[in-house]
């Protein structure tokens, strides 16, 4: 996740430069991290975060919510809303999406598994 989130957060986009890194060489932070780190702030103008703190914004927010209409009977009518997710969540799902791993049997997609995906957004 951390990986795939790169873009939300505070780390280096630039992952042409993990090519040639060198353990005993002190490590150089792009321009555009630079950038990033200076301003705080994401291209589309929302503020940018650690790991922890984007798990804590995105977790809670996207619910599914069953309302029950009044009255004690079993077949008193119902229905479900589920939240619709914010700008942020949605970047957030599509790079998780993105995510696929490495196995000895060969590479899994994971985004084509989340199936409660096209809900959410």
Known sequence: ?????????FADPDQAA????NPVVPAKRSQATLEKLKSRM???GTLMQSFPTQMAELAPTIVRNTFRTP????DRPSFEIVTTANTKQRR????IAQVRV???TGTKNYGKS????????
């Open 1 to 9: 996740m951390c990986q795939a989130w790169r873009e939300l957060m």
């Open 18 to 21: 993990k090519a040639d890194w």
């Open 42 to 44: 994401l291209n589309d």
């Open 71 to 74: 009255g004690n009977e079993p």
């Open 92 to 95: 957030a799902l599509e790079l």
């Open 102 to 104: 490495q196995t000895e």
């Open 114 to 121: 989340l199936s409660y995906k096209k809900n959410l957004l």
